[in-house]
């Protein structure tokens, strides 16, 4: 054990040392400065990567924290209006008092860290970050519009931690574990781990804006069958026979998109883990680099990581629904079973259900938003893992790269064709209804 724990060590202090080499020495940051929000966010994805929240709800701290930054920020620009009212059950944010002055980014930032803080589990990280953060930018500003914003930011993290006390998430930590079961078509746990399954009640959380977990049902999944020459035969060979051709290409994109927050490696007897950023935290850094390459302000900024997190938060809700539903087998059980013992995925299967792929849902549905925010035809480039030693990648439109991490799930032999697929076609249906409320 305590080999493990040493190894651990070891990978997360390396990733430290690599993403100071890769970032450098940062400016200094000041009020009204976009780099600011954006730093304050990279914060807390860095921090939900080290306490290795699942994707789901690693989905539900960026939406409440990035909300709570722009209802924060949007009181220093009426343009920009409240989404009180268009989210559910949220109520409008308490008003600034009238006769103070006030800084909104400074706020935002705030509000930002106090909710990020709130949600985490390394607390103490967030609040070293924060007291950095808050000693640079009040050399800035006046003694009374600094401590007004920051006072203000804690009053709007109050007010969407409140909220968010209601989703049911800590209802749902008490309920009862997946019991896999014995069928022969139902998902089971995969080596090396054999992890217990992710979040098996996340559809009983309260959506944002798409009215249930079950108002956007994908397309039933293939039907079982082990029978050779079946349909499901078919998708199952589809997926062993396409692993064993891989191009160098095909395994860089699958690598590139892995984004497995707990990674268990075996070496020998030994067995240690990685962590990488979440498939939404993903996204989350191409809206950072839209937001640049947009040149965007605080607000602009703050409204495109909200409106991204919080279409993806309701995409895991409505995809985990359905992968609790027809608790799919995945493709490394079916195969060892049916065709070979030997064969393996590229990548680590995730420990829950085949059906529908999350990364296919969730990157269309984000393609979608940030495509209504930025325009169809914008060319960025994605280094969000070059910090874990891989290239960046270039893509010409957001719907260029969701469609790249879909099929990099096949690419890696974790998921059949049909759940790329029927996934993309929930996630562009999810993205296009919240994008219709876009203000």
């Known amino acids: 054990?305590?080999?493990?724990?040493?190894?651990?060590?070891?990978?997360?202090?390396?990733?430290?040392?690599?993403?100071?080499?890769?970032?450098?020495?940062?400016?200094?940051?000041?009020?009204?400065?976009?780099?600011?929000?954006?730093?304050?966010?990279?914060?807390?994805?860095?921090?939900i990567v080290r306490d290795i929240f699942s994707p789901p709800v690693a989905s539900r701290i960026y939406a409440y924290l990035t909300i709570a930054g722009y209802e924060a920020a949007r009181q220093g620009d009426p343009e920009y209006p409240s989404l009180a009212g268009k989210l559910?059950?949220?109520?409008?944010?308490?008003?600034?008092?009238?006769?103070?002055?006030?800084?909104?980014?400074?706020?935002?930032?705030?509000?930002?860290?106090?909710?990020?803080?709130?949600?985490?589990?390394?607390?103490?990280?967030?609040?070293?970050?924060?007291?950095?953060v808050m000693a640079q930018i009040r050399t800035g500003l006046p003694e009374d519009v600094y401590s007004n914003s920051v006072d203000y930011g804690k009053a709007v993290a109050g007010h969407i931690l409140a909220w968010a006390a209601k989703d049911r998430y800590k209802e749902t930590r008490a309920l009862a574990k997946y019991d896999p079961g014995y069928e022969d078509w139902q998902w089971k746990p995969t080596p090396p781990a054999y992890m217990k399954a992710v979040e098996p009640h996340w559809s009983e959380m309260r959506t944002f804006v798409i009215d249930s977990a079950r108002q956007f049902i994908p397309h039933p999944p293939t039907p079982f069958s082990h029978e050779k020459g079946s349909p499901f035969y078919a998708d199952a060979m589809e997926v062993y026979e396409a692993g064993l051709k891989l191009t160098e290409e095909q395994r860089l994109i699958a690598n590139f998109w892995d984004c497995n927050p707990f990674k268990m490696n075996v070496n020998g007897h030994l067995m240690f883990a990685t962590k990488k950023i979440s498939p939404g935290g993903h996204w989350i850094n191409i809206t950072e680099v839209a937001c640049e390459t947009a040149k965007a302000g605080v607000v602009k900024s703050l409204q495109a990581?909200?409106?991204?997190?919080?279409v993806m938060a309701d995409a895991f809700i409505s995809c985990w629904d359905e992968k609790y539903r027809s608790k799919a087998i995945r493709p490394e059980t079916y195969i060892n079973q049916y065709i070979s013992q030997d064969w393996m995925p590229l990548l680590q299967t995730p420990p829950f259900p085949e059906y529908t792929s999350g990364h296919s849902v969730v990157s269309a549905c984000a393609a979608v938003v940030l495509t209504r925010l930025f325009g169809d035809k914008f060319a960025f480039t994605d280094s969000t893992e070059v910090e874990f030693g891989l290239p960046p990648r270039h893509f010409t439109s957001f719907r260029q790269a969701a469609e790249e991490a879909a099929v990099s799930r096949f690419y890696g032999g974790i998921h059949f064709k049909p759940a790329i697929q029927y996934g993309l076609e929930e996630g562009d249906r999810i993205g296009e209804f919240v994008a219709r409320r876009i203000p």
């Not at 493990?4 to 997360?12: C, G, P």
């Not at 706020?107 to 607390?123: C, D, F, K, P, Q």
Request: hydrophobic share 50%; net charge neutral.
């Open 305 to 310: 990581y909200a409106w991204t997190s919080v």
């Open 1 to 47: 054990m305590m080999t493990v724990m040493k190894k651990n060590l070891i990978t997360v202090g390396f990733c430290l040392i690599l993403c100071s080499a890769i970032h450098g020495q940062q400016p200094a940051l000041r009020a009204g400065d976009p780099q600011m929000i954006h730093q304050c966010i990279k914060e807390v994805t860095d921090i």
């Open 88 to 132: 559910h059950g949220l109520q409008a944010v308490p008003a600034p008092e009238a006769g103070k002055k006030y800084d909104f980014s400074v706020a935002a930032a705030e509000a930002i860290l106090a909710v990020g803080r709130a949600m985490v589990i390394s607390e103490a990280s967030v609040e070293g970050f924060r007291a950095s």
